[in-house]
């Protein structure tokens, strides 16, 4: 058995018990930097409470993890590297919440290439700094002493954090996963928004493992109602976090007012030495190091954009058209636009140009669409509040404009 430490005091779930392996691995250099990124970036301009960080979700999430594979009456070795993989999915993120990810949607040119190939995304560079276990000789050697070859454990971990592993990665990276969980509770908690309200233990007992993946308890009994209320109220939490903090006007305005800012501070650096400071985003910076990147990078009107969001002074929402008012040939367009970033900053920065603001495409994304009943149906097909949630986050869809002017705008 490995030896308890002193426990972890957590807002959410009170004590968490990392082993002396996870604390030595929590303790290190990668790990520790999530404590200079905010969960949700620069939304606690919005909702002062929300300055959680990575770090404790982070810990959060390899707590839920655990629970989740101890419910599933997984082996001792398998509870702990899914532990660590909840621990670590988020150790490759950038700074400043996805703000660089959208930049290098919108400029493939700086995309850094990382192993051969270009790497967009947080999860990309989690695995490589997974792989490359950077976390110190004690903890390679009680890693080595504990599963035998440390080698062969950070590879397992690394597939089990982007969702490779059956079972296991379904654990972290899922439909109703650790990761999912606790950002809920957590940016609850921090932002004080309560408007969907998810039940963690009645979660956990709704799910079990059938045909080589996890799925909802029961057939057509009283269980199988228990956990689809479980995960119902999973989908309808995700639903009003959208709404109140993905797609609130002024979180929108100042995710805006960041993306311009940031992608100016690009304009008079090179190709190779983009791609070397990238890097440095997802591997190395906190968000108070992007911030200083941008002012001494950027240029006066990026300089004003951060005094403006530091002083709480984002630009008024001037004109929104969200999924009901758009008609559905618009609607369809762009959500075609948004998925190609080059083609998104085209249409944005022209609409921008022609209103003398700041426009954004704000679409829904990670719709919950696979989860499976123990019947061997999809979610959605046997509840009705779960489809309709699905379409309803699906269709999600707007067309914000900021501006410090009125503008008038015709579609």
């Known amino acids: 058995m490995h030896t308890i430490q002193k426990p972890i005091h957590d807002p959410i779930y009170g ?15 990668p790990m520790q930097r999530l404590k200079g990124i905010k969960q949700l970036g620069l939304v606690d301009t919005v909702y002062p409470g929300a300055n959680h960080t990575r770090f404790e979700h982070s810990l959060g999430t390899m707590h839920m993890a655990g629970l989740i594979a ?22 490759g993120h950038s700074a400043l919440s996805h703000a660089v990810e ?22 990309e560079f989690s695995r490589e700094i997974i792989l490359a276990h950077p976390f110190g000789e004690e903890a390679m050697e009680l890693a080595d ?41 957590r940016d609850s908690h921090h932002s004080g928004v309560n408007l969907g309200i998810i039940d963690a233990d009645q979660i956990i007992q709704a799910l079990l493992i059938y045909n080589g993946r996890i799925v909802l308890a029961g057939k057509s009994d009283y269980r199988s109602e228990m956990s689809r209320t479980a995960a119902e109220s999973m989908l309808i939490a995700r639903s009003h976090h959208y709404n109140a903090l993905i797609y ?15 992608e100016a501070s690009f304009k008079d650096i090179d190709v190779e030495e983009a791609r070397s ?32 969001i530091n002083y709480g002074r984002e630009y008024p929402l001037a004109a929104r058209f969200d999924d009901r008012r758009l008609p559905p040939g618009t609607r369809m367009a762009l959500s075609t636009i948004s998925r190609d970033g080059r083609m ?21 994304s990670g719709v919950p669409n696979s989860m499976r009943t123990e019947g061997d149906a999809f979610l959605y097909d046997e509840s009705a509040l779960a489809a309709g949630l699905v379409k309803s986050l699906t269709r999600q869809i707007s067309l914000s404009f900021f501006s410090d002017f009125q503008i008038e705008v015709h579609l």
Request: hydrophobic letters at 40%; glycine letters at 6%; a neutral charge.
């Open 15 to 29: 004590a968490i018990y990392p082993d002396e392996l996870e604390w030595l691995l929590i303790k290190s250099r």
């Open 70 to 91: 101890k419910r599933l009456e997984l082996s001792p070795e398998d509870v702990h590297k899914v532990r660590l993989a909840g621990l670590f999915h988020d150790v």
């Open 102 to 123: 959208g930049v290098l949607s919108r400029n493939p040119e700086i995309q850094p290439i990382v192993a051969g190939m270009k790497v967009t995304r947080h999860e």
């Open 145 to 185: 002493r504990i599963f035998g070859n440390a080698e062969n454990l950070f590879r397992d971990v690394a597939r089990i954090s982007i969702g490779e592993k059956p079972i296991l990665g379904q654990i972290v990276c899922g439909d109703i996963d650790a990761d999912r969980i606790d950002f809920l509770l």
């Open 248 to 262: 609130h006007p002024q979180v929108q305005s100042i995710r805006s007012m960041l993306l311009a800012a940031l």
């Open 277 to 308: 400071r990238v890097i440095q985003f997802f591997k190395e910076y906190s968000d108070s190091d992007l911030l200083r990147f941008i002012w001494e990078k950027g240029d006066e009107t990026s300089r004003e954009i951060l005094q403006r």
């Open 344 to 364: 998104r900053k085209l249409f944005e920065d022209s609409l921008g140009k022609k209103y003398a603001g700041l426009v954004d495409i704000s679409v829904g």
